[in-house]
């Protein structure tokens, strides 16, 4: 039986980019995990003072991506429906 827990680690970061094989990810993991494009593009920036990646999407809109860190955690670890 599983027990609701908290592993601390120095450090920990979600994939900021990725082609090739990481295609299939964004479709296998959560939102918590993966930032996943609205569109088809192309990273144009990254911010580093706001924490922010700019995207160019194939059609000419831009869309934005927030880098900052999250703090995420498993509330439902262990539970049986």
């Given at each position: 039986?599983?027990?609701?827990?908290?592993?601390?680690?120095?450090?920990?970061?979600?994939?900021?980019?990725?082609?090739?094989?990481?295609?299939?990810?964004?479709?296998?993991?959560?939102?918590?995990?993966?930032?996943?494009?609205?569109?088809?593009?192309?990273?144009?920036?990254?911010?580093?003072?706001?924490?922010?990646?700019?995207?160019?999407?194939?059609?000419?809109?831009?869309?934005v991506?927030?880098?900052?860190?999250?703090m995420?955690?498993?509330?439902?670890?262990?539970?049986?429906?």
């Amino acid at each position: 039986m599983q027990q609701k827990h908290i592993i601390p680690i120095k450090k920990a970061s979600r994939p900021l980019f990725g082609s090739g094989a990481e295609k299939t990810l964004p479709y296998l993991l959560s939102d918590d995990f993966v930032d996943k494009a609205e569109k088809s593009g192309v990273v144009e920036r990254i911010d580093k003072k706001t924490n922010l990646a700019v995207l160019k999407y194939e059609d000419g809109t831009r869309g934005v991506i927030d880098l900052s860190p999250v703090m995420s955690k498993n509330s439902n670890g262990g539970l049986k429906k």
